[in-house]
Structures are given as structure tokens and as C-alpha cells.
């Protein structure tokens, strides 16, 4: 059966992340144990592979993103035709991102959000409805998780924090949080011995629009979310969160 | 928003955090990405969605250790012998085939009922019965008896499967029949039902031989086997994997009490088989 394919020659001990970008899968993660440098790879094919059990055509080589490092996973998402990386860095705790485009990887360094450095001592996670970007992490200060969105691709705004939902409590999470974004919906989730979802509007919050908190899933100890809007993108299907996690003993 | 169930990503295993991203490969779009399980540092990839399942249900045939009708002078008689195999997808309109086998007197016996090719999703239900009577009712009676009772606890099995369901979700279902409930009680379904049930002939013997008005039991008539299985597409999966050649299992039904005069209580084997394609 092919419903895992490896990709040869590359390894990780954090989780990879990947984006489509200008039709080609682009592949980044953090080196082995305590090698802190990013690395990345680009499908060579610009078609898709036809089904969904066949293989994407990795090259073997590994390419360094520049002069990068990371304390934790990154994440990467896609908005026109330009990739943006968001990791946490290995200095201070910074949070840091980087663009890929027409094969060149540029460094923006630590993002400034709205003239304040924020941190985290998590991976933060990043994603797009093609006309912002959307950043979550956990706000080293107030445990929080804080977000910002970017629309022009360089300047972020200030940071906020994703407020109590309709059934109250501000989120918390002990992990990294994971973030989608479709055109009416964001959402982000953690873990306090449970999976959480909030979703709502993404701003503002208020006028009588409070987020909805709910539990997802029944499984014991979920960990570690990964989320994603299914069928985003594609023509004539309504965009879905999807949230992919694992479970004690899987 | 309500989030659908959890259903496990088969072919995967990962000691980090999976990655999802929306790509335009595939039926959704939605691809993971994940390190390897333990020390693991491949880097893996694949769809977060696994395609349908092709399942074919058999049941070939079973064995009489002892039969049910008998006399004072012992099993000297036959079992006249009517067989159904019955499957539902939740959701779905429930099939139940049947077929005469014939005067019995032990030994093995071949059927060879099945449901061909079945579709099942992962976010499908898939429930499967099978039942053996004893009987001198004819063989359209018997059919027909046989079709309408595996319909009818198809559906009692469906409705106790929703019924779990809303009522861990806190959501309101519908009451059931005082008839489904004989059924539910009878099989023990009230709880949580996955995963399977496994034999209840026993446990369901007084709401079968009472489930259609008219049917008559005289002398040894009456049912000497059921098997009620209940499993969700992830399970079967699973199962699949288990056992990659096929899933086949030999159920053994003890049989109930019959009339004075019939002797020792029957006993039959039945096996039943799930394989790919």
C-alpha cells in the first residue's frame, strides 16, 4: 500500500512542515537532535502527482535556509506565490520568519509586531487564506496564545491574544497551537489534558460575536495539532477545518 | 460547529507533530507530513484521508456439533435449516439475504452468502448479522421470517449505534419501538455497542422466536444460531491490517432450550469472513 511514502535521504528529530507553492511541494525541517540549522527541499515536478496514493518527486539533496536556526519545529504556509517560514529562534526565544521566492530564501528576521518583540518557547504556527497571513503561538509572558496577522507580507500587526470563548476561560495551551484560516473562520487549539477548538470570527471580538470553545474528540491525552482547511482552494468545495493530532499510544 | 468523531490515521506513526497542509492533491487537498515513530528521523508523508475500503462479507458455511431436533430415542432426527446473512452502513438501507440448506443431521454445511465489493468509509458503521433457524414452516415462510427479524434488529443494532452516539454528544434521539427496545435489552446494545458484539443468540433468543407475529415454532423448530457485529470503517481497517489475507472467525452458538422431548440443547460453529476486494 502506498498511504506513507518516505522521502529519502532527509531526516528530522521535530516535526517537518510543508506548503505548496507555485505548484511544487516545498519541504522544510529542523536538523537531526541538537543540529539546530532548517533545511528544505522542493519537488521537482510542477504537476501534482494524479492520485492520491502516488509519489511526489523529491530530489534527494538537502538545501540549507540560509544561515537559520531553530530551537523547535517550523511551520510554513503559502500566500501568492511566495512561501513564509515562522520559527522559533535560538537566541531568545524570538519569533522569526523568513520568505522563499523565485528559488531564493530571504531572512526577515525576528518579527516585530507592531513595534513590540514578542516570544515563545514553542513552535509557532503560521497559516493563510491567501490574503493574510495568520501567526499563533504561546505568549512566553501570559501563557496565552497570542496571534497577528500580516496582509502585505512584511509588516505584522500587534499582538493579540485569543480571548475567553461564549462558554468563558481565556484559552491556554501547553503546546504549540496549531492555526487555519478559511475566509469567515479562524481557529486554534491546544492541549489542557484535552484537544480544544476555538472558532469565531477573527476580529474584532466583540459586538455580541464571542468565539465558540469546544472539545474535539474523545481521545485520551491528545497532543500536538496540526490544522488545516480541507478542500481549500479547490473549486466548488466549501473549505472544512481539519485538525490531525496524536493520541496516547498511536 | 460540531466536530465529527476522531477516526485514526492508519499507516502512520510519528513521535512529533504531524503536519497538515491543504494541497490541490487528492480528493480534499489535505496531505500530512510526519517524522518517524521512536528514533525514526525519516521524514513521511502521505494523504490524511485513506481511500474506501472494498470489502467482501462471506459466510461460507458452518458446522452442526449437535443438532435440535431430537426425540426419546435421541438425535435421530434433522434440522431443517434456513440461513441469513444480513448487513448494514449506518445511514444505508440494510440487505439481508437468506437460504435453505436443507434436512441437517450434523457435520458441515455450505452456504456461501455474501455481500460483494462493499464500500465502506472510514467515517462509516458497518453492522453485520447472521442467524440460522431450525424450522418446519416452509422455506418461503422461513425466508420471509428470517428477512423481516434480520431487518428489523439491523435496524434495532443502527438505532442503539445512534443512540450511543447522541448520547455522548447530549443530543436528542428519537424513542425506540417498545420492539426495538425488546431487541436492544435483549442483545444487550443499551451501552456503548462498539466494538462488536460477538454471538447473542442467547442474550436475544426471546425477542427472536416473538419478533414476527404468526410465525410458529411447533415441536424442535427454533433458532440455533445469531452473530451480531458491529464496527466502525477505522476498525475494520484495522482489521484488514491484522489480518491481510482476510478476517475469518468461527463463532460458536451454544443453542437455548427447545421443547420437552428434543433432547440436549443444539450446537453450531459458524464462520464468517471479511476480505479485501
Known amino acids: 500500500m502506498d498511504y506513507q511514502q518516505l522521502i529519502t535521504g532527509v531526516g528530522t528529530s521535530a516535526a517537518p512542515a510543508w506548503t505548496e507553492v507555485n505548484g511544487k511541494i516545498l519541504l522544510v525541517w529542523k536538523g537531526e537532535g541538537t543540529d539546530t540549522r532548517l533545511f528544505f527541499t522542493l519537488t521537482s515536478s510542477a504537476t ?35 512561501a513564509y517560514l515562522a520559527y522559533c529562534g535560538t537566541s531568545d526565544d524570538g ?42 503561538w504561546i505568549d512566553s509572558d501570559s501563557g496565552g496564545i497570542g496571534w497577528a496577522t500580516c496582509t502585505d507580507g512584511e509588516t505584522w500587526g500587534e499582538q493579540q491574544q485569543v480571548a475567553a470563548g461564549s462558554t468563558g476561560g481565556t484559552p491556554t495551551t501547553g503546546e504549540a497551537p496549531a492555526i487555519a484560516r478559511s475566509d469567515k473562520m479562524s481557529m486554534w487549539s491546544g492541549k489542557a ?16 460575536r464571542r468565539r465558540r470553545i469546544s472539545r474535539v474528540g474523545q481521545a485520551p491525552d491528545p497532543r500536538w495539532p496540526s490544522m488545516a482547511m480541507r478542500c481549500y482552494g479547490l473549486r466548488g468545495r466549501a473549505p472544512t477545518p481539519t485538525l490531525a493530532f496524536i493520541t496516547k499510544g498511536s | 460547529m460540531q466536530w465529527s468523531d476522531q477516526v485514526n490515521r492508519y499507516f502512520a506513526g510519528t513521535s512529533a507533530a ?41 459466510l461460507p458455511s458452518f458446522h452442526i456439533s449437535n443438532m435440535r431436533s431430537g426425540s426419546l430415542l435421541g438425535k435421530t432426527e434433522s434440522d431443517t435449516d434456513y440461513v441469513s446473512f444480513g448487513l448494514a452502513i449506518v445511514g444505508q438501507t440494510p440487505q439481508v439475504k437468506t437460504l435453505s440448506v436443507g434436512d441437517q443431521t450434523g457435520g458441515n454445511v455450505n452456504v456461501g452468502l455474501n455481500f460483494s465489493k462493499v464500500t465502506v468509509q472510514d467515517t462509516d458503521t458497518v453492522i453485520l448479522n447472521y442467524a440460522i433457524i431450525n424450522s418446519s414452516s416452509g ?26 452516539l447522541t448520547s455522548l454528544s447530549k443530543l436528542p434521539f428519537s424513542a425506540l419501538t417498545p420492539q426495538e427496545e425488546g431487541a436492544l435489552i435483549g442483545a444487550q446494545l443499551g451501552g456503548i455497542i462498539l466494538p462488536g458484539l460477538g454471538v447473542v443468540l442467547g442474550a436475544i433468543a426471546g425477542w427472536f422466536v416473538d419478533s414476527v407475529a404468526g410465525f410458529l415454532w411447533p415441536n424442535c423448530d427454533g433458532p440455533v444460531a445469531n452473530g451480531l457485529y458491529v464496527w466502525s470503517g477505522p476498525a475494520l481497517r484495522a482489521l484488514m491490517v491484522q ?29 464468517w469472513q471479511i476480505t479485501s476486494q
Open chain 1, 48 to 82: 501534482p502527482a494524479p492520485t492520491i496514493t502516488d509519489k511526489y518527486s523529491f530530489p534527494t539533496a538537502q538545501n540549507l535556509v540560509g544561515a537559520m536556526t531553530a530551537s523547535a519545529n517550523p511551520t510554513i504556509t503559502t500566500m501568492g506565490n511566495v
Open chain 1, 95 to 136: 519569533i522569526c520568519w523568513a520568505k522563499y521566492s523565485d528559488g531564493t530564501w530571504t531572512d526577515l528576521h525576528r518579527i516585530s509586531f507592531g513595534g513590540q518583540n514578542h516570544s515563545t518557547n514553542r513552535a509557532p504556527s503560521i497559516a493563510s487564506n491567501g490574503k493574510a497571513l495568520f501567526l499563533a
Open chain 2, 139 to 164: 422455506p418461503s415462510q422461513s425466508a420471509a421470517f428470517l428477512e423481516k427479524n434480520g431487518a428489523q434488529l439491523l435496524s434495532a443494532a443502527e438505532k442503539a449505534y445512534l443512540l450511543a
Open chain 1, 193 to 208: 489534558g484535552r484537544m480544544m477548538a476555538s472558532t469565531g470570527p477573527i476580529s474584532p471580538v466583540g459586538n455580541g
Open chain 2, 18 to 58: 504531524p503536519y497538515l497542509a491543504s494541497t490541490s492533491k487528492g480528493p480534499t487537498g489535505l496531505m500530512l507530513v510526519w517524522k518517524g515513530a521512536g528514533s525514526d528521523p525519516g521524514i513521511y508523508y502521505g494523504p490524511m484521508e485513506l481511500p474506501p475500503q472494498t470489502l467482501t462479507f462471506t
Open chain 2, 243 to 271: 489480518n491481510p489475507n482476510g478476517h475469518v472467525q468461527a463463532d460458536d452458538n451454544p443453542g437455548v432450550n427447545s421443547a420437552s422431548g428434543c433432547g440436549s440443547n443444539s450446537d453450531y460453529q459458524v464462520t
